[in-house]
């Protein structure tokens, strides 16, 4: 069982920086792939990022989004910068332990309760 808790999120101006940080529980929290989905409002939840070693990054996150994880912490952060309105959505944080794709919200086996980001303009 992996319990996830996203925290970090608010209200920022656009241009500015956020960093989300998702803390797990678990034993096996090393070994798991950790994503970051987004959902607006009205709108599916989308792939952000994920990474286990490596990171994957959904086309139109990179370059101002960075994934990154210290397994020490057992924690997985999300820094996002020069953000838009568009980037307005609620941010979970979710583990995947046996799937080989990354990007499909369904492949993932636990999931945090989200963080609200907003972004004005």
């Known amino acids: 069982q992996v319990q996830l808790v996203e925290s970090g999120g608010g209200l920022v101006q656009a241009g500015g920086s956020l960093r989300l940080s998702c803390a797990a529980s678990?034993?096996?929290?090393?070994?798991?792939?950790m994503g970051w989905f987004r959902q607006a409002p009205g709108k599916e939840r989308e792939f952000v990022a994920a990474?286990?070693?490596?990171?994957y990054y959904a086309d139109s996150m990179k370059g101002r989004f960075t994934i990154s994880r210290d397994n020490a912490k057992s924690t997985v952060y999300l820094q996002m910068n020069s953000l838009k309105p568009e980037d307005t959505a609620i941010y979970y944080c979710?583990?995947?332990?046996?799937?080989?794709?990354?990007?499909?919200?369904?492949?993932?086996?636990?999931w945090g309760q989200g963080t609200q980001v907003t972004v004005s303009s």
């Open positions: 990474i286990r070693i490596s990171s």
């Open positions: 979710a583990a995947q332990l046996r799937s080989s794709i990354w990007s499909e919200a369904g492949k993932y086996d636990y």
């Open positions: 678990g034993r096996t929290f090393s070994s798991a792939v």
